[in-house]
């Protein structure tokens, strides 16, 4: 990805930063693995469209770094941290129309499909800025256009450059959106149960920030936990949300989207690719960071 600015560019510094650290790469191997799925050798397009959708992933933590005021990312200071909320807004920026620039290289369907994935990622965020969501139903729409839809868009996208798109397309789609809401529903637990050393940010960002995220969501519904949470200690809140056996509901919300995402993966053909893509479910049942 690195490709994507010209030795001579003042972003190589603050791009070098942040692919010092370049976290699961989940997205370009989802591309990389529904393209594959049918035995095809990567081409040209399935590596641009790949680094293209972990640019705009990298962009969007970048700006939601900020919104967040977080302090951390992926080991690292975030990038507004290290080198300023100015730079880091840029960066964004820069790397977002880095991405389209690889995008172009695919058709024009490809590159529509994503962009409908980016707008609904940032409908997410704007809603839940402006409207933060305190029912099951609206969270549920937030983290499905903020998570669920982009790496959806990836393995549809995938299925369509190995020429599989009008049958396999929708169905792989499906299988990306419940794999993103299996791992958002893993990050709002690992918020209160996880490590810091292991998250490679710190635990307790979401408490700090006041989120609404679906521990919380449930806590409150139940009157576990009442509107004032934000205010109590955050261990006591840890507690609480673990006696309860909410992290443990939540947590199994999250085994549930992966068996739906496994159901997609029975209707495929055995190859290498799909063992690995199963194997990528195996490892998020049992994700600790």
């Known amino acids: 990805m690195r490709e994507v600015v010209v030795p001579e560019d003042p972003a190589l510094t ?19 693995l529904t393209s594959s799925l049918w035995e095809a050798a990567p081409s040209a397009a399935v590596l641009d469209v790949a680094a293209g959708v972990e640019l705009v ?22 990038v507004h941290r290290a080198f300023g ?4 807004v840029l960066l964004g920026d820069y790397l977002f129309a880095a991405a389209f620039g690889l995008f172009t290289h695919a058709d024009e369907e490809i590159t529509a499909i994503i ?19 305190r029912d099951f139903q609206q969270y549920w729409r937030y983290i499905h256009r903020k998570t669920a839809a982009l790496l959806g868009a990836c393995c549809q996208a995938g299925a369509m450059l190995a020429g599989q798109g009008p049958v396999w397309g929708p169905v792989l789609r499906d299988f990306g959106e419940a ?6 529903l893993t990050d709002d637990v690992l918020d209160y149960r996880g490590s810091s050393t292991r998250l490679g940010k710190t635990v307790g960002e979401d408490f700090a920030a006041q989120a609404w995220t679906l521990p919380i969501i449930l806590a409150t519904s139940r009157a576990v936990l009442d509107d004032r949470w934000s205010s109590l200690d ?32 029975a209707q495929l053909p055995d190859s ?10 195996d490892e998020l049942a049992v994700r600790q960071a």
Do not use: N
């Open 14 to 32: 603050l791009l070098d930063y942040v692919l010092a650290s370049k976290g699961k790469m989940l997205r370009a191997y989802l591309v990389f």
């Open 57 to 78: 992933h990298l962009a969007s933590l970048i700006h939601d770094d900020i919104i967040d005021e977080s302090e951390r990312r992926r080991g690292l200071l975030a």
């Open 85 to 88: 909320v100015k730079e880091a």
């Open 115 to 133: 962009s409908a994935a980016i707008r609904e990622m940032s409908i997410g965020e704007i809603g839940q800025l402006l409207r933060p969501g």
């Open 179 to 184: 794999l993103g809401l299996a791992f958002q």
């Open 234 to 265: 955050f261990s006591h809140v840890q507690a609480v949300l673990d006696e309860s056996g909410i992290l443990d509901e939540v947590w199994q919300l999250a085994r549930e989207c992966l068996h739906r995402a496994g159901t997609v993966l």
């Open 272 to 281: 290498e690719a799909l063992r690995h893509l199963r194997a990528l479910l």
